[in-house]
């Protein structure tokens, strides 16, 4: 429990809810423990719905040992793999149109994807990392189980330490197994997934901003109208790639987002109409190469990303695990906040103090 | 999930709640299993605040092979032990001060309590077998860590087995361990407990009407003055008790309690001015002699007992033991539910369809 006392400007619905969080559930820093077992892991952090950071396991992956840039490209060579690219680095998120017009219609933008030998994944990223910052991102982000689709030549580097782990404790198989790997500018907006998720940084250092599931009215989740970033280039070729970012027409739809970034600062974000983010509880963590990142299912995180500028690697790497999420109690009472937010305008308005 | 489809009559914040619980989390029975491992029962039941009976955790127990009445007569002789006294057996509860009746004002109402020979309740439970039902009710149901306090003499015939089990479980150490024994009168009212309890059965049967934590918006929990039987008769002779209900004036004070009994027909309950039970998820189940009834916290139950006839003792027997809940991420969604509430009628009064 918390010795700071508890302020909340606001007096509604959510104020309980909020100093009841701060109580006993907000987490004001990330916990760092060695291997647990099954057992205690899952009654302290799964059943909690708490985020912890478990060191150690990486420490037998030949990944985590031998993986670099030279190394990948001398494994993976000429083997196709699918690469998200955008002008900001932001690949699923809710942007202006216009990307130089701030006050534009905001869309959900979803990123040029296109298939490239790994190999020029590894050209585009020394080529970047000695331009300037406004080049093109490529982010390799393909969740689509992509370790096993795409990396299967790299299967072997990954030890079994973590899946067996987390699969004594969730008592079920990994629904998903993926590979990240991208540069610092390639930032993941803040959303949620319907999974327990084993997050293992193998390069570099992954920094999650987090939020707890009971921070969903404060987050502003609505719909927008999906649009993509397309390439008016000549051709497909990287020197030549130019985006732009347009509404999709085939179908047309809306997709729900949350639009908020929580990095950015309370003013900008009261301008941009979010003044309730500030009733949020964001913490933003580090998590180093070797390390674990249990993060919760329902959890909303932001992703970015800074590469070890003396290790030998340019970009970060991460693998991650997904597990299915129990569909019970604390998804119910999820489901039960998300409603409550419906009823907000019913509910009497009242200013703030 | 259920096939049945769900039918919610009512149209409110509560609507979702309960056509998702349906599909979730509303247990339609109760599952019986063997002896799972602790991180089973924690992943699959704790957490998830699910009910559970597990069979064949006392089959060792000399307290399931050998507790009669006369055995216990003979151990416990006439060693002082608490008793709770009521004319109806209900200890606890919300009731007619007037008890003939039905329409004077309603108080929460304790039992007359008071210490006797353990001799002389084996004398009572034989007596009131054979009387009338109308005999005043006696209960053994002190809370206070009964069994140690008082039963400390029937320690030995209770093995281990689930103590050991339930602590690798919680990870914790027992908050107190309670000894119950009564007869068919005799019925906990409706309400919670901020405990895991591990319920397990000895002789008869215990009769739980269980109902999940999200019912609380469905069963009218107020506050009523505090009242108790009081012994009006010459003296505390079990003949000469003669109980009456009065307001409790030193100090008086309001206790908040669950006035709904839900096995009261729908029709009685409507005419008391409780129609939302109806919305409420109650499933009654038996526990039967030599099985252990996992309550999860904050579960609201109600207790009656049926004796087993063909047994050796008159009276229903149990131990229960109590481990301290997680406060956490339930406890906080549950302070939230019950907060919603308060707000129930600044929300658009919508008639039934």
Same mark, same amino acid.
């Given at each position: 429990?918390?010795?700071?006392?508890?302020?909340?400007?606001?007096?509604?619905?959510?104020?309980?809810?909020?100093?009841?969080?701060?109580?006993?559930?907000?987490?004001?820093?990330?916990?760092?423990?060695?291997?647990?077992?099954?057992?205690?892991?899952?009654?302290?952090?799964?059943?909690?719905?708490?985020?912890?950071?478990?060191?150690?396991?990486?420490?037998?992956?030949?990944?985590?040992?031998?993986?670099?840039?030279?190394?990948?490209?001398?494994?993976?060579?000429?083997?196709?793999?699918?690469?998200?690219?955008?002008?900001?680095?932001?690949?699923?998120?809710?942007?202006?149109?216009?990307?130089?017009?701030?006050?534009?219609?905001? +869309?959900? /933008?979803?990123?040029?994807?296109?298939? =490239? !030998?790994?190999?020029?994944? %590894?050209?585009?990223?020394? &080529?970047?990392?000695?331009?300037?910052?406004?080049?093109?991102?490529?982010?390799?982000?393909?969740?689509?189980?992509?370790?096993?689709?795409?990396?299967?030549?790299?299967?072997?580097?990954?030890?079994?330490?973590?899946?067996?782990?987390?699969?004594?404790?969730?008592?079920?198989?990994?629904?998903?197994?993926?590979?990240?790997?991208?540069?610092?500018?390639?930032?993941?907006?803040?959303?949620?997934?319907?999974?327990?998720?084993?997050?293992?940084?193998?390069?570099?250092?992954?920094?999650?901003?987090?939020?707890?599931?009971?921070?969903?009215?404060?987050?502003?989740?609505?719909?927008?109208?999906?649009?993509?970033?397309?390439? +008016?280039? /000549?051709?497909?070729?990287?020197?030549? =790639? !130019?985006?732009?970012?347009? %509404?999709?027409?085939?179908? &047309?739809?809306?997709?729900?987002?949350?639009?908020?970034?929580?990095?950015?600062?309370?003013?900008?974000?009261?301008?941009?109409?979010?003044?309730?983010?500030?009733?949020?509880?964001?913490?933003?963590?580090?998590?180093?190469?070797?390390?674990?990142?249990?993060?919760?299912?329902?959890?909303?995180?932001?992703?970015?990303?800074?590469?070890?500028?003396?290790?030998?690697?340019?970009?970060?790497?991460?693998?991650?695990?997904?597990?299915?999420?129990?569909?019970?109690?604390?998804?119910?009472?999820?489901?039960?906040?998300?409603?409550?937010?419906?009823?907000?305008?019913?509910?009497?308005?009242?200013?703030?103090?």
């Amino acid at each position: 429990m918390s010795d700071d006392e508890f302020i909340d400007e606001y007096d509604d619905i959510y104020s309980k809810l909020c100093q009841e969080a701060q109580d006993f559930l907000i987490i004001k820093d990330i916990e760092r423990i060695e291997k647990p077992t099954a057992l205690e892991f899952y009654r302290e952090y799964v059943s909690q719905n708490k985020p912890v950071i478990i060191t150690g396991l990486l420490e037998n992956w030949k990944a985590y040992k031998e993986w670099s840039d030279d190394y990948l490209e001398n494994v993976m060579k000429d083997v196709e793999v699918t690469v998200s690219i955008t002008n900001d680095g932001l690949a699923d998120a809710v942007k202006p149109i216009n990307e130089n017009d701030p006050k534009s219609e905001r +869309v959900f /933008c979803k990123p040029f994807e296109k298939k =490239i !030998k790994f190999q020029e994944y %590894i050209k585009h990223s020394k &080529k970047s990392s000695k331009e300037n910052k406004n080049k093109l991102a490529y982010y390799i982000q393909y969740q689509n189980n992509s370790l096993n689709v795409e990396y299967d030549k790299l299967l072997n580097d990954i030890d079994e330490s973590v899946i067996d782990f987390a699969k004594e404790a969730f008592g079920s198989n990994i629904d998903a197994t993926n590979f990240w790997m991208g540069q610092d500018k390639s930032v993941s907006s803040l959303h949620q997934d319907p999974y327990e998720n084993m997050y293992c940084v193998v390069r570099g250092t992954k920094i999650f901003t987090l939020l707890p599931p009971i921070d969903y009215p404060f987050l502003y989740k609505s719909e927008f109208p999906s649009a993509s970033f397309v390439n +008016v280039g /000549c051709d497909d070729n990287d020197e030549n =790639i !130019k985006l732009e970012i347009q %509404i999709d027409n085939d179908p &047309k739809m809306n997709i729900p987002w949350i639009p908020v970034d929580p990095t950015e600062t309370l003013e900008n974000n009261i301008k941009l109409g979010y003044p309730l983010i500030e009733r949020a509880h964001p913490i933003t963590i580090r998590v180093e190469a070797g390390e674990v990142l249990y993060l919760p299912s329902l959890y909303f995180h932001r992703v970015a990303q800074e590469s070890n500028k003396t290790s030998n690697s340019l970009s970060t790497i991460a693998i991650n695990y997904w597990f299915d999420m129990k569909y019970g109690i604390n998804y119910v009472y999820f489901q039960f906040l998300k409603e409550t937010t419906k009823y907000q305008k019913q509910i009497k308005n009242k200013n703030k103090k």
